[in-house]
């Protein structure tokens, strides 16, 4: 994995229709991969239809895989208006991240599903696209 660039304004670990191949993959355009990537276990991804949310789940023993991407201010404030982050849909928040990717600096962020899944389908770490 290549590291950050000092000119790139975050890390954004994306797991769902962002990553490359997903419907929303464009809003990354200009953008830098890093890599793949997997959170600590205690995550998991439940379907929200079109696209799935990622929440914190104590039983979980896998985490979450996905990719990392290096993002500027434009591109970080795109994601956010598209995860609905003043909506109180998403929260962005640090990501807690599995070896070797658990010591990246600056932080790596990620987007929290905000609502209720106990009627969602349960897909476990990974979001298919």
Not at 2 to 31: C, E, I, M, W
Not at 53 to 74: K, P, Q
Not at 81 to 97: M, N
């Amino acid at each position: 994995m290549n590291p950050p660039d000092p000119d790139d304004t975050a890390v954004v670990f994306v797991y769902g229709t962002l990553k490359r191949g997903g419907s929303n993959h464009p809003y990354l355009a200009g953008q830098r991969f890093l890599g793949p990537a997997r959170t600590t276990a205690g995550f998991t991804l439940f379907s929200l239809g079109g696209f799935p949310g990622l929440v914190a789940d104590a039983t979980d023993h896998d985490g979450v895989t996905g990719e990392l991407w290096a993002v500027d201010a434009a591109c970080l404030n795109r994601l956010d208006i598209l995860e609905g982050v003043d909506e109180g849909l998403y929260a962005r928040e640090p990501a807690p991240l599995a070896p070797p990717h658990d010591r990246l600096t600056p932080g790596v962020y990620y987007y929290r599903y905000l609502g209720q899944v106990s009627d969602r389908p349960h897909l476990g770490p990974v979001w298919a696209v």
